[in-house]
């Protein structure tokens, strides 16, 4: 989601600037509130950015199972790591998400703070919540796991795993799916804080590649249930959830209380799946990824300033 502290502020300074400032009408009024937005010039309509970011989504989460497939067939272990085209791709992934998360997700806590209207630490609780909601969750698969193999003695910790590999897809896969839902869901609200034309195509850019690499990495975790279960769960969520944002049918402060929800649970998995072992990474496409979201996100938000 954008960081949209520089366009409250901006707003801020627009509020408070002195009626003469602006330009009047013939009766000597001052413009209209939509005025400023007027000023910046024409931007992309939230309905076809909807549109383009589902499609985004859409054609990756349909075919990540054969995409990895491919490049693990091209993959050539004699290579050097930062030529070989699935750890570039792993690391250049971890990269983004990691920059996505300290210079996006954190930052924009504390300005949903605002949005809430509610305690100055009230979406880093939300945050927390959502946190211990899905630690909780997995303790009781796995509890319910060990139960469940206790007749097979001393090898029970064969079925435990593969059970709580089966839980933590599931849960990762419904966490990803609730989380594109938010993003489109948003969509027409972070595009009412961006100017221009260019700021609405950095931003659907820059979560094009953050939710693809997204659904890439979910889908490493089990393949063959991603391919059975994404097209069923995922695409019609995702579907709702533009049509919904395309008639504005959900207050914006239920949609940012319940991105604060999930904020915890995505910074989690960042940093326990998206920041892999150094021997599986190449440090090179590590850095390229986070500067090219860095970059992405700069010029968004001098885009947003203009």
Known sequence: ??????????????????????????????????????????????????????????????????????????????????????????????????????????????????????????AFGLALLGLLIYKGIQHYCLQQATAAHEAMGEWKFVGVKAAEKRSNFAISLGVFTGYAALVLLTLPFQFSHLNGMVSAVLYLITFALHLGFDVLATCEEDERRFASLAPRLVVPVLIVASVLAAIGALPNVVLLAAFSLLAGIIIYNVFRVELRKPEDTSFVWFVIGAVVFALLNALTLRGGAH
């Open 1 to 122: 989601m954008l960081t949209i502290t520089s366009t409250l502020l901006a707003a801020a300074a627009t509020a408070a600037a002195p009626a003469a400032d602006l330009p009047k009408d013939a009766a000597g009024h001052a413009p209209a509130a939509g005025y400023a937005a007027a000023a910046h010039g024409p931007s992309l309509p939230q309905e076809l950015g909807l549109a383009l970011l589902l499609l985004a989504v859409l054609a990756v989460v349909l075919r990540a199972r054969p995409l990895l497939e491919l490049l693990e067939h091209s993959d050539n272990r004699q290579q050097p790591k930062a030529l070989r085209w699935p750890t570039a791709l792993r690391s250049f992934s971890g990269g983004l998400a990691a920059a996505y998360v300290l210079l996006l997700l954190l930052p924009e806590l504390s300005v949903i703070n605002t949005e809430l209207h509610g305690p100055p630490t009230l």
